[in-house]
């Protein structure tokens, strides 16, 4: 086996907050890897909503998700992160006073681990009647807009992110229309107000029978709407039915749990020694799960790992301004 990569922090997660806690590691001097199962860096911000506008960053009056994940990972390049993309951090164990991370077929020796995996491993819910045309017409996310100009698109879903895609599709789309199969929406009153305001049809208490189509893709979907069947045109049907996320192989690796969270404490240290957390997968009375946070929880997750790392070094840095 070739020898492991060694870095000061190795950072489990590239999402938001794993891309911040990279720039502000190579802030205090640290080396740092980043590995996420994932493709490439974004975390759920780039396989659930790329195109969706988020409000509630700081400085932001609204920034869209691919443009937050470009900027996160600018600033953190200045510091030269190194990335293990599309593998699995699985086995965990403590040597020689390191943290070994078993990452694909490489191995990382870490001298301390800031897990920041959001949600952990997530799996979208299927579509039922819609199984043999996933990735042919049938999609759960919808990583580029114009793709799905002048088509005619259906969303089912109740919750915000169904309300959250009609919105992104109706000004590019030539129709959207939305199927649920309850009465009363999961999504909030805002969201379903601003989709009525748009006359964007909503159609309830109605489930998809059957999707069809030929080679080419999908041309159209028939719906059950109580006793009666109507058939509706659609080129491209999402699947915005929620999903289900476990924390993976970071389950076995004992840590003090909260159901899909890791218990914290002040510092961000979970009951592990050199283990940190950070984020959405990190518990604590009182968590509040934004981006915002985690940008806050990484900040001092790494200036506390930098002291326990070498006990002379400042537990506050400085301010990034007078770093010139």
């Given at each position: 086996?070739?020898?492991?990569?060694?870095?000061?922090?190795?950072?489990?997660?590239?999402?938001?907050?794993?891309?911040?806690?990279?720039?502000?590691?190579?802030?205090?001097?640290?080396?740092?890897?980043?590995?996420?199962?994932?493709?490439?860096?974004?975390?759920?911000?780039?396989?659930?909503?790329?195109?969706?506008?988020?409000?509630?960053?700081?400085?932001?009056?609204?920034?869209?998700?691919?443009?937050?994940?470009?900027?996160?990972?600018?600033?953190?390049?200045?510091?030269?992160?190194?990335?293990?993309?599309?593998?699995?951090?699985?086995?965990?164990?403590?040597?020689?006073?390191?943290?070994?991370?078993?990452?694909?077929?490489?191995?990382?020796?870490?001298?301390?681990?800031?897990?920041?995996?959001?949600?952990?491993?997530?799996?979208?819910?299927?579509?039922?009647?819609?199984?043999?045309?996933?990735?042919?017409?049938?999609?759960?996310?919808?990583?580029?807009?114009?793709?799905?100009?002048?088509?005619?698109?259906?969303?089912?879903?109740?919750?915000?992110?169904?309300?959250?895609?009609?919105?992104?599709?109706?000004?590019?789309?030539?129709?959207?229309?939305?199927?649920?199969?309850?009465?009363?929406?999961?999504?909030?009153?805002?969201?379903?107000?601003?989709?009525?305001?748009?006359?964007?049809?909503?159609?309830?208490?109605?489930?998809?029978?059957?999707?069809?189509?030929?080679?080419?893709?999908?041309?159209?979907?028939?719906?059950?709407?109580?006793?009666?069947?109507?058939?509706?045109?659609?080129?491209?049907?999402?699947?915005?039915?929620?999903?289900?996320?476990?924390?993976?192989?970071?389950?076995?690796?004992?840590?003090?749990?909260?159901?899909?969270?890791?218990?914290?404490?002040?510092?961000m240290r979970t009951?592990?020694?050199?283990?940190?957390a950070a984020g959405?997968?990190?518990?604590?009375?009182?968590?509040?799960?934004?981006?915002?946070?985690?940008?806050?929880?990484?900040?001092?997750?790494?200036?506390?790992?930098?002291?326990?790392?070498?006990?002379?070094?400042?537990?506050?840095?400085?301010h990034s301004s007078?770093?010139?």
């Open positions: 086996m070739a020898e492991p990569l060694e870095v000061d922090l190795l950072v489990v997660g590239a999402g938001p907050t794993g891309l911040y806690a990279a720039y502000y590691a190579g802030f205090r001097d640290l080396s740092v890897a980043l590995v996420d199962s994932l493709p490439e860096p974004g975390g759920q911000v780039t396989a659930m909503y790329p195109e969706k506008m988020i409000f509630d960053v700081a400085g932001f009056p609204a920034v869209r998700g691919r443009d937050l994940v470009t900027a996160l990972v600018e600033q953190a390049a200045q510091y030269q992160p190194r990335y293990l993309l599309g593998r699995d951090a699985t086995e965990l164990s403590d040597e020689d006073g390191s943290v070994v991370v078993s990452a694909g077929a490489e191995q990382v020796r870490a001298r301390a681990v800031l897990i920041t995996a959001g949600i952990g491993e997530f799996t979208p819910r299927p579509l039922p009647a819609g199984g043999d045309w996933l990735g042919r017409g049938v999609v759960h996310f919808v990583p580029e807009l114009a793709v799905h100009a002048g088509q005619d698109v259906l969303v089912v879903g109740g919750g915000d992110s169904a309300f959250d895609w009609v919105l992104a599709l109706q000004p590019i789309a030539r129709s959207v229309t939305l199927v649920h199969r309850r009465a009363r929406f999961r999504a909030q009153a805002g969201l379903v107000r601003k989709v009525e305001d748009l006359g964007v049809p909503l159609i309830t208490e109605a489930q998809v029978a059957e999707v069809r189509g030929d080679e080419n893709g999908v041309h159209e979907v028939e719906i059950e709407v109580g006793e009666q069947r109507r058939v509706l045109p659609a080129q491209t049907v999402v699947a915005a039915l929620g999903f289900t996320a476990d924390l993976g192989p970071i389950e076995q690796w004992g840590l003090d749990l909260d159901k899909r969270s890791i218990k914290v404490d002040t510092t009951n592990r020694e050199k283990i940190y959405d997968v990190a518990s604590y009375p009182g968590k509040v799960k934004l981006i915002a946070t985690g940008f806050g929880e990484a900040a001092t997750a790494v200036n506390n790992i930098a002291v326990e790392l070498d006990p002379a070094a400042h537990l506050f840095p400085g007078n770093k010139g």
